[in-house]
């Protein structure tokens, strides 16, 4: 019963995560870089800061957890966080690309199957003695390989939809469309993103030992999401100052709207990592899906993107082979999220 609320809590923050796109869509007037800078205040700083202090016992302190954990621990978990926030960035120029089912589709298959095999590969270099690569059970790497086939399939599907539907169409549906700069950008920030999970491997000692094993993971997370925020900062910052919009910030008469969408976004996005720790707490009695929780919260996130994808009308004058394609992909991604525990 506790895998099942477990696995439950995950679907839930994969759903919200899904749906952070759409509060997007209600900004007013800003460019790319500004709003994406401002609702990632939400996503990668205030949010993740207040679920870490949730992981902080009574008369303890955040930065005295911080200050007396491994400071190699501490650093590549903010390291790691930086080079996701290379794949957070990306990430969303994917979904400008390819619209939010198919970015999505891509990027976060990739980066359920490379993040849940580079952090225990990573681990076991810097500390072999901890056998971290004991974890890549059998059951693991044949999902993983599952993952890759089902991200393979999508990719067809992709391309039958570039194919089939005029210059119109591909517009009307995705404003930017653009398949193969598309890809390669999804594929860019699913291989970037799965440092995410690498930074909670070298993090996942940074708590308290009377810690409740469901907060566990958020301080280590805001690690992360620290270091990804600085990477997306100098970005947007910079095209800020490339395309002469830094007014956006001074324009008072949109602030309002624009916080209020910001904050709701960065607010959804942060759910999935927050039930993904709430989540992990439940499953402690099965090494396989805590190994794969990960790879199972990115799953979880294609499949309900697509659900947004469809009711956005992304797939709308596509074939029916294509939408069959499609599916068949996405049922290879979700089977294969629970593959180690049907075969484990």
Do not use: H
Request: proline share 3%; aromatic share 12%.
């Amino acid at each position: 019963m506790e895998i099942i609320i477990g696995l439950l809590i995950i679907a839930i923050g994969a759903f919200c995560q899904s749906s952070c796109y759409v509060p997007i869509n209600k900004i007013k007037s800003w460019s790319w870089e500004s709003y994406w800078i401002i609702q990632g205040v939400f996503a990668w700083l205030i949010f993740p800061l207040s679920g870490a202090m949730l992981a902080i016992p009574e008369g303890e302190s955040l930065c005295g957890l911080y200050a007396g954990a491994n400071s190699f621990n501490v650093l590549m978990t903010l390291f790691f966080g930086v080079l996701w926030g290379v794949g957070g960035l990306t990430f969303g120029l994917s979904m400008r690309y390819l619209g939010v089912a198919l970015g999505q589709s891509i990027a976060l298959g990739t980066c359920a199957g490379l993040g849940t095999i580079m952090g225990p590969v990573l681990l076991n270099v810097f500390f072999p003695e901890q056998n971290a690569l004991e974890r890549l059970t059998a059951a693991v790497i044949i999902g993983v390989i599952v993952t890759l086939i089902g991200i393979a399939i999508i990719g067809v599907a992709g391309s039958m939809k570039s194919a089939s539907l005029s210059e119109e169409e591909k517009k009307e549906a995705v404003k930017d469309f653009n398949f193969p700069k598309g890809l390669a950008i999804a594929l860019l920030a699913g291989f970037m993103s799965g440092c995410f999970n690498v930074g909670l491997a070298f993090g996942e000692d940074i708590n308290f030992a009377d810690t409740d094993p469901m907060f566990k993971a958020l301080p280590a997370i805001l690690l992360v999401t620290l270091g990804g925020f600085v990477t997306n900062a100098i970005y947007c910052f910079y095209q800020n100052q490339k395309n002469k919009t830094w007014g956006d910030y001074a324009n008072g008469s949109v602030w309002g709207n624009n916080l209020i969408f910001c904050a709701l976004a960065g607010g959804l996005w942060y759910s999935q990592f927050f039930g993904l720790s709430l989540g992990q707490g439940f499953l402690q009695s099965s090494p396989d899906l805590l190994t794969f929780s990960f790879c199972i919260l990115m799953a979880l996130n294609v499949t309900f993107s697509n659900v947004w994808g469809i009711l956005l009308k992304e797939w709308k004058g596509c074939s029916k082979s294509t939408i069959i394609v499609l599916v068949v992909g996405l049922i290879v991604l979700i089977v294969s999220s629970f593959l180690p525990q049907l075969i484990g």
